[in-house]
């Protein structure tokens, strides 16, 4: 059983998920995947998880990374798994391209190269948005592109974290150009 809460943060609200292992989701209001596996029968309500993630946002939306961790319970594929442990590698103020993570995948498998499009893939559908740092991959032009919450969320993002936006591009074009409003 998945239990809900709602959090009012600077750049809009956020719907949290946790069940008992953990923080299931976090998502942004209206963002492209919005609650895209939230169980159907989840229920409004209290967790530790969803006490810790509060703790971790207010802290984080004051521009400071906090020093712990909420406990997270993710479910995907394999493949999903290990990209969505690189991005928990990301340090706070960083950021790294899909090219990198692709490359990184590749090692692990003892694969000549990984299409750095099934990473994005992977990176797209992660559930819990800035905890599990997507935001931090940028395309290998520097282009902001590819956050579900949108591109204007990641660019608040990257700043709030001092990210030095120096030669990076915000898209004309694409799918994760702005909210899903």
Request: proline share 5%; net charge negative.
């Amino acid at each position: 059983m998945q239990y809900t809460a709602h959090y009012d943060s600077p750049l809009g609200g956020i719907l949290l998920a946790a069940d008992h292992e953990g923080l299931t989701g976090l998502w942004f209001d209206r963002e492209k995947y919005y609650a895209n596996h939230l169980d159907p029968e989840h229920k409004e309500g209290n967790l530790p998880a969803l006490d810790e993630t509060r703790r971790w946002l207010d802290i984080y939306f004051t521009g400071r990374e906090p020093d712990f961790m909420p406990p997270v319970h993710m479910i995907g594929s394999a493949f999903q798994m290990a990209v969505w442990k690189i991005l928990r590698e990301i340090p706070y103020g960083q950021t790294t391209t899909y090219g990198e993570i692709a490359k990184q995948i590749a090692a692990q498998r003892g694969a000549a190269r990984m299409s750095a499009q099934a990473v994005g893939g992977a990176v797209g559908h992660n559930e819990i948005s800035i905890i599990v740092p997507c935001h931090r991959v940028v395309g290998s032009g520097g282009s902001l592109t590819g956050y579900a919450g949108g591109v204007d969320k990641k660019n608040a993002l990257l700043r709030l974290e001092g990210v030095d936006m120096t030669g990076f591009t915000i898209p004309t074009k694409g799918t994760a150009i702005k909210s899903q409003w």
